[in-house]
């Protein structure tokens, strides 16, 4: 029921206007009355009407002067004007102080009760908006962790579409308190060993307990914000308000690792990278962080590396980028030796051209061994059953004494990985996947592929398929499609195909801004951008 106000000087008019209209058939209820306006300022805060019935001439406070203190009060009071004839100039006064309408005296029942179920349906509406207001800003309070996620790993990635003044107002939005004159980014890992075996679910939990730890270590010495990354690190980026704060970075993240053995009985490894003063090259500190990160390899888990202490080359300076690492797993996914080769070759090719020195050759050499144990462990292979020593096969690259004896060693590794896998996989799940994969490199141009039809062709029920893929693969049956996709398009690319759409649509895209995200996403530019480069 909507609760209505009579505010009307005349006593018997109140009267009148009460029992002239069924109001609670209506759909209303008479909440009170006022004979005038001050009156009527009383009877609001006592009763809280919906919709007040207000004539303008009246003493002490006339309707204008009621309608005025009302809206100065901010208050939504839906307002009807009852106005006799020669009052007419009042009432519209009174409409441009924002009342719903005005009726003129003598009242007509029709045109008060089409006055009040019009009113009726713009409160309802304005409810229903409200409750739908409330539920998004619910919503938005629910996401808020996820989205400052995000945009803290936009931040990582270099991605800032914003201007500085843009993106201290995003930052405020999401409440992150990270603005200061230096920057630095430090990247935590969890040491996992075959003795530290976790589901994916119970992984999440320990990183969680991890971020907890780092945000109570660093709350109070400096700005920070935290995020997970996609390679399953937790990313702090730190704020300071000088430079020399950097001293004790690393005893800092000593102190976390510290706590993290202490509490939760593991270990992690730390890498910090260099500070910088402008937010926008968080990102090169980022990149700094993962590379003293992957030093973990030669130097041992459980500690603190800092950048600057392992490599005095850029991180920019990497001779195997991220996109030669994704496509020798994808060579080695679908089981192609000959194609793993070649690539192997093409990076060496590379290497010799650039006469490294020998610490470069040696972390492009560890990056490659990492990516062959990582194909091994997602396929699920036993390390120690392919390569029998373990303990010394990083540190074996030290002891040799030409490119030439390393770029052999390396493809050695690949082919014995590859061969392993081949000869292990042809369990009956094994096969399925293999029949999933040869599905997918057949059908991959059709945009209406679904797992549903692959599922189908391989006998198999949806969700059984679904999980048998992503235990013997380490992916998705999604991403493993995208992925095929992505390669295929670089190839028309790289043989001179130029049409983005046309492109878009011969891998399975029909949209081709969607398909522009994906290949930005999978080669860190959009595919205008790589059909420049391939021009120049």
């Given amino acids: 029921m909507l609760k209505v106000l009579i505010v009307d000087d005349e006593y018997y008019f109140r009267q009148a206007l009460k029992v002239s209209l069924p109001w609670n058939d209506l759909g209303f209820e008479i909440c009170g009355e006022a004979k005038n306006g001050k009156e009527a300022l009383e009877k609001i805060h006592e009763t809280n009407p919906d919709i007040a019935l207000v004539d303008i001439n009246m003493p002490v406070m006339d309707g204008l002067e009621f309608i005025k203190c009302i809206r100065e009060q901010g208050n939504e009071l839906k307002i009807v004007i009852l106005t006799g004839q020669s009052e007419f100039t009042y009432a519209k006064q009174a409409v441009q102080l924002g009342t719903y309408n005005y009726i003129l005296k003598p009242i007509d029942e029709n045109e008060i009760k089409n006055t009040l179920f019009e009113i009726k349906g713009l409160i309802e509406s304005e409810q229903s908006i409200k409750l739908e207001m409330d539920d998004l800003r619910r919503q938005v309070r629910e996401y808020m962790p996820v989205l400052r996620d995000r945009f803290l790993n936009e931040i990582l990635q270099g991605n800032l579409p914003f201007d500085s003044n843009e993106l201290v107002q995003k930052m405020e939005y999401l409440n992150m308190t990270l603005i200061s004159p230096y920057y630095l980014s430090v990247v935590i890992e969890i040491d996992r060993n075959e003795e530290l075996q976790w ?114 080359i850029r991180i920019m300076g990497t001779l195997f980028s991220v996109e030669q690492r994704s496509q020798l797993l994808m060579s080695m996914r679908i089981g192609n030796a000959m194609e793993t080769e070649k690539r192997l070759t093409d990076i060496f090719t590379l290497i010799r051209s650039k006469n490294v020195n020998v610490d470069m050759l040696f972390v492009t050499s560890v990056e490659m061994v990492s990516t062959c144990l990582e194909y091994l462990t997602e396929t699920g292979q036993s390390i120690k059953e392919v390569f029998m020593d373990t303990d010394h096969l990083l540190t074996a690259i030290q002891d040799m004494n030409s490119i030439d004896q390393i770029e052999n060693w390396i493809k050695d590794i690949f082919a014995n990985a590859v061969q392993h896998v081949q000869k292990n996989k042809y369990s009956k799940s094994a096969k399925v996947v293999e029949d999933v994969k040869n599905y997918i490199q057949r059908h991959y141009f059709n945009e209406e592929l679904k797992i549903d039809d692959i599922a189908k062709h391989v006998y198999t029920n949806y969700s059984h398929l679904c999980f048998v893929f992503k235990k013997e693969t380490g992916i998705t049956i999604n991403d493993f499609l995208t992925e095929v996709r992505m390669y295929k398009a670089k190839e028309l690319f790289d043989n001179g195909d130029q049409l983005i759409q046309i492109v878009a649509n011969k891998v399975g895209y029909a949209d081709a801004n969607y398909f522009g995200k994906c290949f930005k996403k999978y080669f860190g530019m959009p595919p205008s951008k790589y059909i420049e480069n391939i021009k120049w």
């Fill in 199 to 312: 589901l994916e679910n119970e992984l999440e939990i320990w990183k969680f307990a991890v971020s907890n730890i780092a945000a109570d270590m660093v709350l109070g010495k400096c700005e920070y914000a935290i995020c997970h990354d996609h390679n399953d690190c937790i990313c702090v980026v730190l704020g300071f308000m000088d430079s020399e704060s950097f001293d004790t970075i690393e005893a800092l993240c000593d102190g976390i690792r510290h706590a993290v053995h202490k509490y939760l009985k593991f270990t992690v490894t730390i890498g910090i990278g260099n500070i910088y003063k402008d937010i926008a090259d968080v990102s090169i500190s980022y990149k700094e962080a993962l590379f003293a990160l992957k030093n973990r390899l030669i130097l041992g888990g459980n500690r603190v590396i800092l950048h600057n202490m392992v490599s005095e």
